[in-house]
């Protein structure tokens, strides 16, 4: 049996995908949202051992993975999970991210059902989604003293983590198929983004359904105009939340767009907020590193 696996990236359509794409294909089972909390407590356990005590406890990490996953033998069974290549999830570790890539995979493939492991990559410009991954973790990113976009991509850089986020590495790490969506073929040409699903799920499916039935994605990045809360009290109680399990159990489901936006329109009028801007000499810095690693 295929197990289908899409990595990332963050910043990258993951949460549509998630929620508008892959619950809506009949012929996919996408394993249980709810049970992410336990695919983390396994993750967390692969990179805190040193690589002997992985090998002697393999078939232990095997048997909690096949204790929690539901496989469905009439569908194509996918693993949705962008803490695959999340920054923070592997502590700015790029041996870690390796180790992880790896040791998951290693893991899944030991399955006694599974034969094949497919991964879905989402590749999206890095300039953009670094600068939206910025926006989005200000907070942890403050936590190593970093307080504009440049200095976040030259600690990138500093801790070798900027190749994380091009598809040749991720290529380089697995031994397995690793197939890449351009991310702005949802913006420029979403019948061809879902043609491409198609062809890597091999499926046919209702295209015109799933484009008519979506709800729309904010493509915009305006260099000087990304405006976050500073109000730090707030930022830490609202950061606690959102990594709460409760929180990714229950309440995500309540939490709708529209009354996110309420929400958010709220506390920017009680809160002061402050503009992030976007430093475009970052990009020739991130454009040398790639090319250092190709």
Known sequence: MILYLHCGYPKAASTYLQ??????????????PL???????????????????????????????????????????????????????????????????????????????????????????????????????????????INTHKQFIEFLIKKDFLKLFHSSYIKKITNQKVNIIDFKLLNENRELFYKNLEEYFDLNFDIGDLINDSNPINFNMKDSNKVYNDTKLLKKFLYKIRNNLFYDKFLRKLFKRKIKEKVKMFLNIIFPSKKIFYDDSTEKLIEQNIKKND
């Open 35 to 145: 049970r992410q909390g336990l695919f983390d407590e396994i993750k967390e356990k692969l990179i805190s051992v040193n690589e002997e005590e992985f090998l002697k406890n393999v078939d232990e990490f095997t048997k909690m993975l096949e204790d929690i996953l539901v496989l469905d033998y009439k569908k194509k069974n996918i693993i949705s999970d962008e803490a695959l290549t999340s920054i923070q999830y592997n502590y700015l570790s790029i041996v870690k991210s390796t180790q992880l890539f790896q040791r998951f995979e290693k893991i899944l493939l030991k399955h006694n059902q599974i034969t094949e492991v497919k991964y879905l990559l989402i590749e999206r410009d890095p300039f953009k989604l670094l600068f939206s991954y910025y926006t989005m973790d200000n907070l942890f990113l403050k936590s190593f003293g």
């Open 19 to 32: 929620n508008y794409t892959f619950k809506k294909i009949n012929e996919i089972n996408l394993i249980d």
